[in-house]
């Protein structure tokens, strides 16, 4: 269906909302639909496009690309999702969220190209991107994968440089049930004769296997890049460049070194297109930021944000509490959605929590709070003891439970909050409407 133009919205919020509207489903792989209309747009870069896929892990290797090609004096553009509090934190041009006018233009641009093409909210969002980076004229551009990489709308793009993070199991409905399946789809953003990085300790053989077959120049963990540290510094070496007394990345958390090595081959694979000196790495670290990756907010009682929702993200998060020291007592504000392995998530963290505070989510397909509640008391029959020290209480919503945990916990406790990006985003808002 095409509409005349002159029926077009004319706020952002107008805009998403008829997005989320125009699509039959919410979630559509394959890329001929976008291909099809990034053709009619005419869209292509001449400056190195950086494509980053994996389980966990794609938010931060987006930062510290971002940021140290930023402190490089390079215009960047950097496209990813989900957002946490508004929709414009997605595109991000020389470090900064894209306005709501030049969302509209872009849109706008969209809707008159796609004539009887349906777009999924994801596509019609990825194309704005698209279209937003290459009037920027900008020095490079790095996109995230929403789901998976093979039929995410981001492949239509051929990576110069594809980054796969970590391969676990998430999406199962999408992307298959095990590794082996689950990295042949993120392998799919490989292209011939252009560099491919897996920062995974232990990648499935199909993703080495595809890598090879269609002629990428795949550089392994472990084979072709590395590093080595102790608590004060580490040090980097890829296939022909050593960087050595680095400092850590202000990204908290035990992957951030596996996470900060693939960046560094990344810029390694660049280096006669995007050349960065040592120090622009190390401002880069040493300044990234990034909302909702084990990001410890200051003042008492502790605060953490965490976007865990995953078994492999779960283990991170007990790690890097474990990492933390000593607190009298550990509130968990925690929702998920229903087609996560909330089981797997909960076993992780199951001898950290003393308070379990599960809320509902705002969305048809998130878990209720009674049913997070009824996994835990299974997982854990010590919580439905009378008389037990360990707690689990449910909440209609994310600032609910934490205004629960808030009230209950003593200045020297901690409260991490993790699961959907919902559960940390009710949060923010929660504790930004608190604070005006």
Not at 38 to 64: E, H, W, Y
Not at 222 to 247: C, I, M, V
Not at 365 to 385: I, N, P, Q, T, V
Request: charged share 20%.
């Amino acid at each position: 269906m095409t509409s005349s133009m002159d029926t077009l919205p004319v706020t952002l919020d107008a805009w998403l909302a008829r997005l989320e509207a125009m699509h039959p489903k919410a979630i559509d792989m394959g890329l001929a639909r976008v291909q099809q209309v990034k053709d009619a747009m005419g869209l292509a870069f001449s400056c190195p496009v950086i494509i980053v896929g994996g389980t966990n892990g794609k938010g931060s290797t987006c930062a510290m690309l971002e940021t140290i090609l930023l402190r490089a004096g390079y215009r960047v553009g950097l496209y990813t999702s989900p957002h946490l509090l508004v929709f414009n934190e997605r595109m991000r041009i020389d470090g900064q969220p894209v306005d709501d006018a030049g969302l509209i233009d872009a849109f706008g641009k969209i809707e008159q190209a796609r004539g009887a093409v349906s777009l999924s909210y994801f596509e019609f969002t990825t194309l704005a991107a698209m279209q937003l980076f290459a009037d920027a004229g900008l020095d490079a551009v790095i996109f995230e994968v929403g789901l998976g990489g093979r039929l995410d709308a981001v492949n239509v793009l051929d990576a110069d440089v594809a980054i796969v993070t970590s391969v676990d199991i998430d999406h199962t409905e999408y992307l298959g049930d095990t590794r082996e399946k689950i990295a042949f789809e993120k392998a799919g953003i490989f292209r011939a004769g252009r560099t491919a990085i897996c920062g995974d300790p232990v990648p499935p053989a199909t993703l080495v296997e595809h890598a090879e077959k269609i002629g990428a120049d795949l550089w392994l963990f472990g084979r072709d890049f590395n590093y080595a540290g102790d608590k004060q510094q580490w040090n980097f070496s890829g296939r022909g460049n050593r960087r050595n007394a680095l400092g850590y990345p202000a990204l908290r958390g035990a992957n951030q070194l596996l996470n900060a090595s693939s960046v560094l081959a990344a810029l390694e694979a660049l280096r006669l297109r995007l050349p960065v000196s040592a120090q622009d790495v190390r401002s880069g670290l040493a300044t990234v930021e990034l909302a909702g990756r084990f990001q410890v907010l200051p003042g008492r009682p502790v605060v953490i944000l965490d976007v865990a929702h995953n078994p492999h993200a779960a283990a991170t998060l007990a790690q890097n509490l474990d990492n933390m020291g000593f607190h009298p007592y550990t509130y968990a504000v925690f929702g998920a959605m229903q087609d996560k392995d909330i089981e797997g998530v909960i076993a992780h963290l199951k001898g950290r929590i003393d308070h379990w505070c599960v809320t509902d989510l705002p969305l048809p397909r998130a878990a209720s709070g009674e049913e997070l509640k009824a996994a835990l008391l299974a997982a854990d029959s010590a919580l439905a003891e009378t008389g037990s020290e360990h707690t689990v209480q449910s909440f209609a919503s994310p600032a609910l439970a934490f205004a629960n945990a808030l009230s209950r916990a003593g200045e020297n406790d901690r409260i991490a909050v993790f699961g959907s990006f919902l559960t940390v985003a009710g949060v923010m808002e929660f504790r930004n409407s608190a604070h005006h």
